[in-house]
């Protein structure tokens, strides 16, 4: 099939990703994805028929990348489309599934596994079961909280009963659920814990990658959630050596919004670029485990790097978002340090850029390994320098609380050269070098 300018999507998976299953496009080398996405957790989590946690988008074959290759996706915008939502703190309930809440639900009446659902008026026992009509949510709130968006989506407040119940008559109008999604709307349960709550939108992509090397639940496509995985009793378990086939796609890191870019390993042929899991807001960690699951559309711009072999993403966030000390050396700041320079008769300053490594783990220490790691890997240098230059130039920042961060620093310019990426990193900082 000819490869497209422009791919649209508005087809999901069943919360599986499959590198043996259907890929949409293909779509052009420095071509674009449109996509209409569906909110990410909660309304994915009460529908059992759904089964990795998220309802992502099908992934996209992009017209040559090859496994071993990477592809750059440029983030060139995000439009929230909700008009309300609901979230929260979780809390499984046992009985109701094999080992796993997130993807393997079970009736605890009929005992159907991934059984469908139907809705039965409001509130946390909403979800019930077509074959038996039993109450089959496998989570409910500790906490939780309904939220509505101004016209512009830029601030949203939290509601009290009535109109988080009057949300929850109308959930897939209020939340914009898209039309080929099949997820039970999380207002439905009506959580009103806190009322008149102001926050700022900040909208970003807690899911956005490429296809692992073998079939993964969506939510567990990291190295945090994916520990579930290991010797999981259903059947989408697998060994620890197994979990090194992830592509760390559900990072939700708040970094990961309109303007940044994100570099994506190949591990399938075609890449398969899916995303989703919108969230309105979130600050870093996502420490109440879940934010504001919104739908929403998003254009991104695909292109292919060659023979770069990376195991895990590489983040280059908008200027504004890098931490103070990996932010671009300035023009005076170079000029203070030529004349430091020839003070202490330094013959040459390193010319730098900004480079964020993701790392993941079973926790933050496991996750800064794993990043530490990553970034010494693909620069061809030792896991010491980069401890200094992310300690002196940069920063470890928590994506995802308990095992998702972003090893951040200012890498010598000869470094990127040699792994063809000086260009994209000068190009995305080109406005404040200037």
């Given at each position: 099939m000819?490869?497209?300018?422009?791919?649209?999507?508005?087809?999901?998976?069943?919360?599986?990703?499959?590198?043996?299953?259907?890929?949409?496009?293909?779509?052009?080398?420095?071509?674009?994805?449109?996509?209409?996405?569906?909110?990410?957790?909660?309304?994915?989590?009460?529908?059992?028929?759904?089964?990795?946690?998220?309802?992502?988008?099908?992934?996209?074959?992009?017209e040559?990348?090859?496994?071993?290759?990477?592809?750059?996706?440029?983030?060139?915008?995000?439009?929230?489309?909700?008009?309300?939502?609901?979230?929260?703190?979780?809390?499984?309930i046992?009985?109701?599934?094999?080992?796993?809440?997130?993807v393997?639900?079970?009736?605890?009446?009929?005992?159907?596994?991934?059984?469908e659902?139907?809705?039965?008026?409001?509130?946390?026992?909403?979800?019930?079961?077509a074959?038996c009509?039993?109450?089959?949510?496998?989570?409910?709130?500790?906490?939780?909280?309904?939220?509505?968006?101004?016209?512009?989506?830029?601030?949203?407040?939290?509601?009290?009963?009535?109109?988080?119940?009057?949300?929850?008559?109308?959930?897939?109008?209020?939340?914009?659920?898209?039309?080929?999604?099949v997820?039970?709307?999380?207002?439905?349960?009506?959580?009103?814990?806190?009322?008149?709550?102001?926050?700022?939108?900040?909208?970003?992509?807690?899911?956005?990658?490429?296809?692992?090397?073998?079939?993964?639940?969506?939510?567990?496509?990291?190295?945090d959630?994916g520990?579930?995985?290991?010797?999981?009793?259903?059947?989408?378990?697998?060994?620890?050596?197994?979990?090194?086939?992830?592509?760390?796609?559900?990072?939700?890191?708040?970094?990961?919004?309109?303007?940044?870019v994100?570099?994506?390993?190949?591990?399938?042929?075609?890449?398969?670029?899916?995303?989703?899991?919108?969230?309105?807001?979130q600050?870093?960690?996502?420490?109440?485990?879940?934010?504001?699951d919104?739908?929403?559309?998003?254009?991104?711009?695909?292109?292919?790097?060659?023979?770069?072999?990376?195991?895990?993403?590489?983040?280059?966030?908008?200027?504004?978002?890098?931490?103070?000390?990996?932010?671009?050396?300035?023009?005076?700041?170079?000029?203070?340090?030529?004349?430091?320079?020839?003070?202490?008769?330094?013959?040459?300053?390193?010319?730098?850029?900004?480079?964020?490594?993701?790392?993941?783990?079973?926790?933050?220490?496991?996750?800064?390994?794993?990043?530490?790691?990553?970034?010494?890997?693909?620069?061809?240098?030792?896991?010491?320098?980069v401890?200094?230059?992310?300690?002196?130039?940069?920063?470890?920042?928590?994506?995802?609380?308990?095992?998702?961060?972003?090893?951040?620093?200012?890498?010598p310019?000869?470094?990127?050269?040699?792994?063809?990426?000086?260009?994209?990193?000068?190009?995305?900082?080109?406005?404040?070098?200037?």
């Amino acid at each position: 099939m000819e490869a497209k300018q422009t791919v649209f999507v508005n087809e999901f998976t069943n919360g599986i990703l499959d590198p043996n299953g259907e890929m949409l496009g293909p779509v052009q080398d420095g071509g674009y994805i449109v996509a209409n996405t569906t909110p990410g957790c909660w309304g994915p989590m009460i529908t059992p028929c759904i089964r990795g946690g998220h309802e992502v988008t099908k992934p996209v074959f992009v017209e040559g990348a090859e496994v071993g290759d990477a592809i750059a996706i440029k983030i060139k915008s995000i439009r929230v489309t909700s008009i309300a939502t609901s979230s929260g703190n979780d809390k499984p309930i046992e009985g109701r599934f094999v080992g796993d809440p997130f993807v393997a639900v079970k009736c605890p009446e009929c005992g159907t596994m991934y059984p469908e659902t139907k809705i039965e008026g409001i509130g946390q026992e909403a979800i019930r079961c077509a074959n038996c009509g039993a109450d089959v949510t496998p989570f409910v709130f500790t906490n939780g909280y309904t939220m509505a968006f101004d016209s512009n989506k830029q601030v949203g407040i939290t509601l009290h009963k009535e109109a988080a119940e009057h949300i929850a008559q109308q959930g897939r109008y209020y939340m914009a659920t898209p039309d080929n999604s099949v997820q039970n709307p999380i207002v439905t349960f009506a959580p009103h814990d806190l009322v008149g709550t102001v926050a700022r939108l900040r909208p970003f992509l807690g899911q956005l990658g490429t296809t692992p090397a073998r079939p993964f639940p969506d939510s567990h496509n990291a190295g945090d959630f994916g520990q579930f995985l290991i010797d999981a009793p259903h059947e989408y378990g697998i060994t620890k050596e197994q979990l090194e086939d992830r592509t760390d796609g559900h990072m939700d890191i708040n970094r990961v919004r309109e303007g940044a870019v994100l570099i994506c390993p190949v591990k399938v042929r075609g890449g398969g670029v899916y995303l989703g899991d919108m969230h309105a807001m979130q600050g870093d960690g996502e420490i109440a485990g879940h934010t504001t699951d919104v739908a929403g559309i998003v254009t991104l711009q695909v292109k292919v790097i060659k023979g770069l072999t990376i195991d895990g993403p590489i983040l280059l966030p908008v200027a504004e978002d890098l931490p103070y000390l990996a932010k671009p050396i300035t023009k005076k700041e170079k000029e203070i340090a030529l004349d430091l320079a020839q003070t202490w008769g330094v013959k040459k300053l390193e010319e730098s850029l900004p480079i964020s490594f993701i790392g993941t783990g079973a926790n933050l220490n496991e996750a800064t390994e794993n990043g530490l790691q990553r970034a010494a890997k693909v620069l061809g240098i030792s896991v010491p320098e980069v401890m200094n230059r992310a300690t002196i130039t940069g920063a470890i920042e928590i994506g995802r609380h308990p095992g998702v961060v972003t090893v951040t620093f200012l890498c010598p310019v000869h470094y990127l050269d040699e792994i063809g990426l000086t260009t994209l990193v000068r190009d995305q900082y080109r406005d404040v070098l200037e």
